[in-house]
């Protein structure tokens, strides 16, 4: 049977499960009560290869960092996304809602509801290098 070591998770307005990542913050109403000390895995397992973890929060803002299209920098679109990630916000949405969110709550049906897409310039492509690694097929290299 596989066993999961659930610690140390953050929940976003839950401090019960922050707390206990087993007060809910893992799907476990579907396994019997019985079951469910054998699935509990009480400490990290300690025979695997090396593996550098991070908190809840740090993980957090690393992905947040590199979230998106970041090089040579994000977008509009990208910016947009990981600001209203990281306050809990949301910048626009379907006027018509969803029976679950209710209008403007973030559930877009269209680009519109929140500005449109950005609009892109064509750059031209860099010059070719008067070097090249692999040679063109049928021709030798110079010896």
Not at 16 to 22: C, E, K, L, S
Not at 111 to 128: E, L, M, N
Request: with cysteine; proline share 10%; glycine share 10%.
């Amino acid at each position: 049977m596989a066993t999961v070591y659930a610690n140390g998770n953050h929940v976003t307005a839950n401090a019960a499960v922050t707390a206990d990542n087993w007060a809910g913050g893992l799907r476990v109403k579907y396994y019997p009560a019985t079951a469910l000390s054998q699935f509990r895995q009480a400490a990290p397992t300690t025979n695997l290869a090396p593996i550098t973890t991070q908190t809840a929060t740090d993980a957090y803002a690393s992905v947040l960092a590199g979230a998106g299209a970041t090089l040579p920098r994000r977008d509009a679109v990208d910016s947009r996304v990981v600001q209203e990630t990281a306050t809990g916000t949301v910048s626009g949405g379907s006027p018509d809602g969803s029976a679950t969110y209710g209008p403007n709550q973030g559930i877009i049906d269209s680009q519109s509801a929140v500005g449109g897409w950005p609009v892109y310039t064509a750059a031209p492509r860099p010059p070719t290098p008067t070097t090249t690694v692999c040679p063109t097929p049928g021709k030798r290299p110079a010896a």
